[in-house]
């Protein structure tokens, strides 16, 4: 085998090496969420794709009104519809409270944050090293 023809294999070789180009496109997105000037405790973000699109739909907790698509979460470019949640009331799993009892948590977003959403989509540039985007729901 001459020497070209194992340069040659060897760059056909590492081509298939490295990220995808689908992996190589996702960027991170986070922000703060407000309702009526108050930081959000807990609830989710759920980041819906324009129908057409390939990308997946996002969804990550909001803590203590922050919130952050990273890493494996990240998401790609493009434009998506918005939903928020919030939930208020205890915290933990069914049978941790005395008696047995089940946890009580309540959604008390009005439902123009969640399931019939009227915020603003968030368009995601490409090749955009990372996105900050604040809600400030009213």
Known sequence: MSKLQILCSCLLLLTG????TDEMALTPVS?????????????VIRLVPQAGSSAPV?????????YEFSERSA??????????????GETGLPGDQPGGSSTSRKQYLPEQFNTKS???PLTIPP???????????K
């Not at 090496?17 to 995808?20: V, Y």
């Not at 922000?31 to 609830?43: D, K, L, M, V």
């Not at 996002?58 to 922050?66: C, E, K, L, S, Y």
């Not at 090749?127 to 729901?137: E, G, R, T, Y």
Request: net charge negative; hydrophobic share 25%.
């Open 17 to 20: 090496c490295g990220q995808s």
């Open 31 to 43: 922000g703060t969420i407000t309702y009526q000037g108050t930081p959000i405790a807990e609830g």
């Open 58 to 66: 996002r969804t990550t907790q909001i803590n203590a009104g922050n």
């Open 75 to 88: 998401v790609k470019p493009g434009t998506y519809q918005v939903e928020i949640s919030a939930y208020q």
């Open 118 to 120: 009227t915020i603003a």
């Open 127 to 137: 090749d955009s090293d990372s996105v900050q985007h604040d809600f400030n729901l």
